[in-house]
């Protein structure tokens, strides 16, 4: 038997106009008055917001909220990973699910199982369901945390020349790093350090960076739609950005074909430009913009591609996360 919550939800998602106060109360009689202002929390919280998680969304230590189906919610604070205090049922998961999806215009079912997405306040959001997900729904939401970080955070005295005069000399820079390391707060560090007459362009998978200058315009690719149309991927945006007048590119992440295109770009007159690459270290970053590049070329052999990347790349940035420290 659903709980009243439940009925009170569904309810007011046939009858929006309703009084949620009265409509609990010939639902649900029994309850007393504390229950029913109980209730009606619970209810408005399922509406206006993410319910029970949303005070792990306001908890300034959380980086990470990881659901692996009905029973503890999973927080990473610091690096470290730990159940927290709030457990979903089943019926709650499938409402947070649905929260999540409807805003952001995709629908997640067994024909489109998985779904990735940025809510309203940055945060990145993926969502699993069966049959892909055994004990799903699962749910993953990297926080978007605005950081004003200095490039001293990262870097002795010494290692902060070497950027600001890569910088001025417009060098291409690539930051490298892994998941949670700190290459978006890195790359917003070096963009805030370029002249601020110089006119940025962003594209991003999914927006991310918040850079801190004067002359910016931002992309966002765009998946395509329930019926499989309206797509624009990063290979496009790369190419459309090219004719925007870009003194710099700055590409969010690279992670695909667009390596090639941005190779080409580099080559081509768009010095300065700044992007990140997911690596484990920096030799890793150009063994991995190699094969990315190959992936996005027309059978273009190796030793041309690697001849391309060491023309167009003129230093690499590694961050490294060593508990709550970066480096």
């Not at 439940?6 to 998602?13: E, G, K, N, Y």
């Not at 699962?138 to 490039?151: A, Q, S």
């Not at 601020?196 to 395509?224: C, F, K, Y």
């Amino acid at each position: 038997m659903s709980s009243p919550a439940d009925r009170l939800q569904h309810h007011l998602l046939d009858h929006p106009d309703a009084d949620p106060s009265r409509v609990l109360a010939e639902l649900a009689p029994l309850l007393s008055r504390s229950e029913r202002s109980d209730v009606l929390r619970q209810v408005t919280a399922r509406r206006d917001g993410l319910g029970a998680i949303d005070v792990l969304r306001a908890d300034p230590t959380v980086s990470e909220i990881m659901i692996n189906g009905p029973g503890p919610v999973w927080v990473e604070r610091n690096g470290a990973l730990a159940p927290s205090d709030i457990r979903l049922d089943a019926v709650e998961l499938d409402h947070l699910v649905e929260r999540l999806v409807i805003p952001i215009g995709r629908r997640v079912d067994q024909r489109t199982p998985c779904v990735d997405g940025r809510l309203a306040d940055g945060s990145r959001v993926h969502v699993a369901v069966p049959p892909v997900a055994l004990d799903g729904p699962y749910v993953t939401i990297r926080r978007f945390v605005l950081l004003d970080v200095e490039l001293g955070a990262f870097l002795p005295p010494d290692g902060v020349a070497v950027l600001d005069d890569a910088i001025r000399r417009h060098a291409s820079i690539v930051v490298s790093g892994s998941t949670g390391s700190g290459k978006t707060t890195l790359l917003n560090a070096i963009a805030g350090r370029v002249d601020p007459g110089e006119r940025l362009i962003s594209v991003e998978d999914a927006a991310e960076l918040r850079l801190v200058h004067p002359h910016v315009v931002r992309l966002e690719t765009r998946p395509s739609s329930a019926e499989g149309t309206g797509e624009v991927p990063m290979r496009e945006l790369v190419r459309n950005a090219l004719r925007m007048r870009p003194d710099r590119l700055v590409l969010g992440e690279v992670r695909g074909g667009e390596a090639y295109d941005l190779m080409q770009a580099l080559n081509t007159g768009h010095r300065g430009s700044l992007s990140t690459v997911h690596a484990n270290s920096s030799s890793d970053a150009l063994r991995r913009l190699e094969l990315l590049a190959l992936q996005g070329s027309d059978a273009i052999p190796l030793e041309v591609v690697r001849h391309q990347m060491a023309a167009a790349i003129d230093l690499i940035a590694h961050v490294e996360r060593h508990g709550s420290a970066r480096r």
